[in-house]
């Protein structure tokens, strides 16, 4: 028993090794939605949607016992892979053989290019829906190995819990198909999959309502191309071969990859390369079904995200997390098969799982915070303008303010028409205390949008610094006029009447910010002050 065991102990020792070091990194990126919603988390809120519940009930259940702790949130990405490592063992181990199975577990623990997936909390949606998705395939090939019904309905149970996680799992029935292509036989048992596709139909239609959604924050929020379609015979070649690329040599590893518009020059190579693999895939159907269902599973995989709607970033590593079982194991069982001495084959597999070991510990360490992780991006994608102004934003965030002005800066240069950077900028400038240039990029912004009334607030505080308050005045009157009511406003504009000792504008513009706010601290304080003060 402990023999059979071993193997699984040596795997959970592989993984947490690999990702101990990711429990000390903070909330990156889309995590900080964490840190913003939390505090209106509840059961309620949780179950009032039945689609897609699962993750956030698991939030839910972490921020009751252990509140906004990174770490805490971070566990059940490193646990869901640590199963998902146990799945692929058992999975390949079923349909190929035990040494093929020990290799791919190996290798697939700790590949570098899972750390998107396990270390990023936001990623962590991939690792969970792999595991209820292998755990539905494992359940069926043993139903389809043994005959034993509980096997079935298991495995048509862990489809709704994948189904339930993302509508990247739709893509299950097809997987199942494929088994049966492979190991079954397809046209005798078709009845069998019925059940797979007709579940997948209510939520397809459920996260087919997203679409919209989903293309305008990718054309508004990381300005993305606004055509809804993409060319697939450029983009498709570009995707599988940087995959491909990225699991045999993971460097660069990025939270972005680069469309193929911006590589151009490479096009015919990756188009070369798509074509071998697809060559390799039919030499493998009537050489070795086992060869052909593990090379066919990774691009299965990835339908998701390489069909020609353009609803998903062209490459993202944490995309190809499930996919890469299919290539792993096919590299494993083909260095079983190629390699027959014992002790050159096993001294590989060590070689390369202490190499791959240690890029993902040094991988998790760029994701410790903000700066080291958009650093670490900005280097791999630098023609990105998202990256530089997030960057920028993080450092302005640690004080550093000089380095925020550079990466603004070279935000402006990549996409001069995006107003946020401008006046973040000025911002940075006014932090720093260089107060005329401020003002230079202060007024750049209103120029790009005239009607933003942040400037004007901005503007009128370096008045007020430098005590120019008839300045002062009328740059928050422009405010004003851009943001009638906003009550903070008239407050600041009585604090700059009280230093001009306009005692009676001061209580006007007071009362005028308790009209709009009667709950207003900041007003009721400083009326209280000037009242005492005039008595």
Known sequence: MLRRLLPYLFLAILVLVAYANSLSNGFISDDQGITINATS?????????????????MYLGIYKLAGLTPWAFRIPNIVFHLFNTWLVFALVGLLINKKAAFISAVLFAVHP??????????????????????????????????????????????????????EKALILPLVIALVE??????????????????????????????????????NTTFYQPTSLIRNPFT??????????????????????????????????????????????????????????????????SLVPTLVPIRLAWTVAERYVYLASIGIIATIAYLFQRLMKGQRALW??????????????????????NEISFWTATAKTAPGLPTVHSNLALAL????????????????????????????????????????????????????LSPNLWQPYRNLAEIAFTEKRYDEAVRYLNQAIEKNPTNANLFVNLA?????????????????????????????????????????
Not at 48 to 54: C, E, G, N, R, V
Not at 188 to 214: I, M, S
Not at 512 to 530: E, G, R
């Open 41 to 57: 988390w509840n059961l309620q809120t949780v179950l009032a949607q039945p689609y897609a519940f699962l993750r956030p009930l």
């Open 113 to 166: 290019l899972a750390v998107e997936s396990v270390a990023w909390i936001s990623g962590g949606i991939y690792p969970q829906y792999t595991f209820f998705l292998l755990l539905s395939l494992l359940f069926y090939c043993l139903y389809q190995k043994n005959h034993q019904r509980a096997w079935y309905v298991a495995s048509v149970m862990a489809a709704f819990f994948a189904f339930e996680s993302t």
């Open 495 to 535: 604090l700059i009447y009280q230093a001009k000792k306009d005692i009676a504008a001061a209580k006007t513009a007071l009362e005028h910010a308790l009209t709009l706010d009667s709950a207003n601290q900041a007003a009721k304080i400083l009326f209280s002050t000037i009242e005492r003060l005039t008595n």
């Open 235 to 300: 983009d498709v070649p570009f995707a599988i071969t940087t995959y491909l690329s990225l699991l045999v040599f993971p460097l660069p590893l990025s939270l972005y990859h680069l469309d193929p518009t911006a590589n151009s020059g490479l096009v015919l190579l990756r188009a070369g390369i798509f074509f071998i693999y697809i060559i390799l895939l039919v030499y493998f159907l009537f050489k070795d079904r086992r060869l052909f269902f593990f090379s066919a599973f990774f691009l299965v």
């Open 396 to 447: 302005g965030q640690k004080g550093d303010y000089e380095g925020a002005i550079k990466e603004f800066q070279t935000t402006i240069a990549l996409k001069p028409d995006w107003v946020d950077p401008y006046f973040n900028l000025a911002l940075s400038y006014q932090r720093a205390g260089k107060f005329p240039e401020a003002i230079k990029w202060y007024q750049k912004t209103l120029q």
């Open 181 to 218: 292509f492979c190991f079954g036989n397809i046209r005798r048992n078709r009845k069998r999959l019925v059940p797979f596709f007709v579940l997948a139909v209510p939520f397809g239609l459920v996260y087919g309502g997203f679409l919209g959604r989903r293309l305008a924050v990718l």
């Open 347 to 368: 001294s590989l597999v060590a070689g390369l799982a202490l190499l791959l070991s240690v890029r993902t510990i040094v991988r998790n360490a760029d994701w410790h």
